[in-house]
């Protein structure tokens, strides 16, 4: 299945990118919200809290498979 943010990608490890992203996804809502744009205020509100739940909530984090480094480190 595709998904519209993978967590798993080594971009979002820091939990400071994550809170950005999340941040500026609520601030561009209340952009919309000032502006009287309830439509597309609406669609950011979904979007927000999406990107919440999915990099702040339910994050876990991948860990290194050590087998794999391991092996890496056996033949050179």
Same mark, same amino acid.
């Given at each position: 299945?595709?998904? *519209?943010?993978? $967590?798993?990608?080594?971009? !979002?490890? $820091?939990?400071?990118? &994550? #809170?950005?992203? #999340? ?9 919309? *919200? !000032? ?8 669609? *950011?509100? #979904?979007?927000?809290? !999406? ?7 339910? !994050?876990? $984090? ?5 087998? &794999? ?8």
């Amino acid at each position: 299945m595709i998904k *519209f943010i993978d $967590p798993d990608h080594p971009f !979002y490890r $820091p939990l400071w990118i &994550r #809170v950005l992203i #999340v941040a500026l996804c609520a601030a561009w809502t209340a952009v919309e *919200f !000032y502006g009287g744009q309830t439509m597309w205020a609406t669609i *950011f509100l #979904v979007v927000t809290a !999406y990107a919440g739940a999915a990099l702040l909530i339910f !994050y876990k $984090p991948k860990q290194p498979d050590e087998k &794999r480094t391991e092996a890496g480190d056996q033949s050179k």
